[in-house]
């Protein structure tokens, strides 16, 4: 009697290759991350590494530091945010659409160049701000001076904010104006109602964007550089990036990255213990009308405070960058003498890497843009459509990036591909892979939610006619749920073209990227030439943008976050 061999079912096979490519994305580096912290170049186990990396007070400072720049940061930010996303959603204040401009510029101005546009800024002697201070007092000591521990808490908050405003909004959004009228009912004023019952039911939402932007401050590398370095503050990420300088100390650096991935998932087990002791729900459906509040002449204070972040956060910085692209020399000022196009002709036609830098960065963000939107959307129709028993361990690996440090991947990544057998450092092929594996959070969401509103009957219906599985998702699955996928690529593909966390530890002589030629650029002090490559980062950002806007709607990269 003939036995044949069941051939196993496609979904399976897929799931097979999935938990494969997942595992080596982000399980592996993480394992040789540990692996390496433990081990000596020898291959002879220790905690010598540890004791290295932690033996000397300055490294410790550092990871101080970092904790506490992370959680003023993250302070300041929900006071930034808070009220913005209260005022937009709940109250009938003027000029929302302005307000929603300067958040959305917040969220897409690269940290780095908004640390750069507040050197020009607030530097002791030659920031703009505080030459028209001496000028108009005569005052020999500066305003402001952004070579502060302050100053660096400030000009990270302002860039932050927007990660809270988005969370808030959306939770806000969901709230019924019935708990409010209750609460009116009950004597109980706008104020009071604002404190004890709206914002109480988003408090989930509040804590949860304040520990994304303090992971985010923690892992953060561009800002605390360019502002942390030269003020002698030294943090965890210039720290590790001290650790790469000749001679490179992989195992040292791994060591010390340990325990910001332990500080990680602590603060993610503490939200959720803190939220499963209370309940939180939003009443929404038919009943659930939301009315703005009617907030007299105080939504004219609340307009001001908007508008006074969003030009402090965006407006301030980006037009001295403007100014600095088309200077000759950006502390002279803006004059018709002082005008000049060179800056953008140096980089284009003179610069020996500036077009293959910006070459390597569409090439490499668009690649990695793709692979995690086609991971993302396999991952999320297996899971959503319960093909295989586990599945759901797919959808962990996929958004385990999340709770890991962006440094922490990349030093993984170095751990794990920069030696034989992969022997990847300084390729192509190992960015791309690491900014897959760090942003197939934000695709994997944008595929999950849009698979949670596809019904089956379509793929049944073509499943029953004859297509196979992966037909049915190219030629039925896929084409519904094109925006979505687009839009999950827009926001990967333009979050890549900034990324420089990642970038700095894994680029060679031939990969850079335009983040990281902007930081070489800026330690040389050239802000000329550093505003010139900004504007050029940002002229492709707002193309993107602007596609993303006509094609997919308003606020598609707010709601893919």
């Not at 550092?62 to 930010?77: D, G, K, P």
């Not at 028209?132 to 904010?161: C, E, H, I």
């Not at 990227?513 to 070489?520: E, F």
């Amino acid at each position: 009697m003939r036995r044949y061999l069941r051939l196993p079912e496609p979904a399976t096979v897929v799931w097979i290759i999935l938990i494969a490519a997942l595992l080596l994305l982000i399980a592996f580096p993480l394992t040789k991350l540990l692996l390496v912290s433990l081990y000596t170049r020898s291959g002879t186990f220790t905690f010598g590494n540890y004791i290295a990396a932690y033996g000397r007070a300055r490294y410790v400072e550092s990871l101080v530091n970092s904790l506490l720049l992370a959680s003023e940061t993250a302070a300041i930010s929900v006071v930034f945010a808070a009220p913005m996303a209260w005022a937009i959603s709940r109250t009938n204040m003027p000029g929302k659409g302005l307000v929603w401009g300067c958040v959305f510029g917040a969220f897409i101005l690269p940290p780095y160049l908004g640390a750069i546009g507040w050197i020009l800024l607030a530097g002791p002697n030659a920031g703009f701000v505080n030459q028209a201070w001496r000028w108009l007092t005569g005052a020999a000591d500066p305003l402001v001076n952004v070579y502060t521990f302050q100053g660096l808490v400030f000009v990270m908050a302002f860039q932050s904010f927007p990660l809270i405003f988005i969370f808030v909004k959306s939770a806000l959004d969901l709230v019924s104006s019935e708990l409010e009228d209750a609460a009116n009912i009950l004597g109980a004023g706008t104020w009071t109602t604002m404190w004890k019952v709206t914002l109480p039911m988003a408090w989930p939402s509040i804590l949860g964007g304040a520990i994304i932007v303090f992971l985010e401050t923690v892992a953060l590398f561009g800002t605390p550089a360019l502002i942390g370095i030269p003020a002698r503050i030294n943090t965890a990420t210039t720290q590790l990036w001290q650790f790469f300088e000749a001679p490179v100390r992989v195992e040292v650096a791994a060591a010390y990255s340990i325990p910001l991935l332990l500080i990680t998932l602590a603060l993610v087990g503490a939200q959720r213990l803190m939220l499963h002791r209370k309940g939180y729900i939003a009443q929404t459906g038919k009943g659930g009308e939301r009315r703005p509040i009617e907030f007299g002449v105080g939504r004219f204070v609340l307009l001001a405070w908007c508008l006074a972040v969003g030009v402090v956060s965006v407006v301030m910085p980006a037009l001295v960058l403007l100014e600095a692209s088309f200077a000759r020399a950006w502390g002279r000022g803006p004059s018709l003498a002082n005008l000049t196009i060179a800056n953008y002709r140096f980089l284009i036609f003179e610069h020996e890497t500036a077009l293959s830098t910006i070459w390597n960065t569409l090439w490499f963000s668009g690649a990695s843009a793709t692979l995690a939107a086609l991971l993302a959307l396999l991952v999320a129709y297996i899971v959503s459509r319960k093909l295989v028993r586990f599945g759901s361990v797919l959808g962990f690996l996929a958004m385990a990036p999340f709770v890991i440090p962006g440094i922490v991947m990349a030093i993984g990544f170095y751990a794990a591909f920069a030696r034989p057998p992969f022997a990847l450092y300084g390729t192509a092929a190992i960015i791309i892979l690491a900014f897959t594996a760090r942003f197939l959070p934000i695709a994997y969401a944008s595929s999950s939610a849009a698979m949670g509103t596809l019904h089956p009957e379509m793929e049944e219906a073509a499943r029953i006619l004859g297509c196979g599985r992966l037909r049915t998702i190219a030629q039925i699955t896929a084409p519904l749920l094109k925006k979505s996928l687009l839009g999950g690529w827009l926001v990967v593909f333009i979050v890549a073209t900034r990324e420089l966390s990642a970038a700095i530890f894994l680029v060679g002589p031939n990969t850079r990227t335009m983040a990281v030629l902007l930081y070489d650029l800026s330690e040389a002090g050239n802000f000329e030439v550093v505003a010139a490559l900004g504007g050029i980062l940002l002229t492709i950002t707002m193309v993107l943008v602007a596609i993303g806007m006509k094609l997919i709607g308003r606020d598609f990269m707010l709601r893919g976050t």
